[in-house]
């Protein structure tokens, strides 16, 4: 089995024990749109998730789709990092990690965190001392090498952050 399975895999049973501590039910959509997720190494809209998991589902809603996703932020299986435009992505990785992002065609790309700690003060400057920080993510604006070489991305890489937002779940 390889890396991916495994982790795909894992984070299912991770969801299934929390949906089980909570008392929240094992739907097939609310595992459908988790694998949805997990199949992906982009950050996805939730429109893009949307239209995955109708390949599985044809006839869930939109709305469904949408609730599904919030409850599994909520969850912590899947992550909801801060917005990179207009849409609201999700994304596998649940750990932290910092982000490349596109300014022209919206590509999001993670960073690792080697877990070495960065100090806020000088960010922060007095606010740091009235404020606990819990986590933080880094973003990086920039151009992607696809963009640089003057080439399109591929019809799978993530596209420009729309400017239309999302229906309220």
Do not use: W
């Amino acid at each position: 089995m390889s890396s991916h399975s495994n982790r795909i895999t894992d984070r299912i049973r991770l969801f299934e024990a929390r949906c089980r501590e909570r008392g929240l039910a094992l739907t097939v959509q609310r595992r459908v749109v988790l694998e949805a997720v997990l199949s992906r190494d982009d950050h996805p809209t939730a429109d893009q998730i949307f239209e995955d998991v109708r390949l599985r589902i044809p006839d869930v809603s939109r709305t469904t789709v949408y609730r599904v996703l919030d409850a599994l932020v909520q969850l912590g299986v899947i992550g909801k990092p801060s917005h990179f435009g207009a849409a609201t992505r999700y994304e596998p990785n649940i750990h932290r990690h910092h982000h490349l992002v596109c300014v022209n065609c919206g590509q999001v790309m993670d960073i690792e965190d080697d877990g070495s700690p960065i100090d806020p003060s000088p960010f922060l400057g007095e606010q740091a001392k009235c404020f606990d920080i819990v986590d933080y993510s880094i973003h990086f604006h920039g151009v992607c090498a696809t963009c640089r070489a003057g080439k399109q991305p591929p019809e799978n890489e993530a596209q420009p952050p729309s400017a239309e937002g999302e229906p309220a779940p």
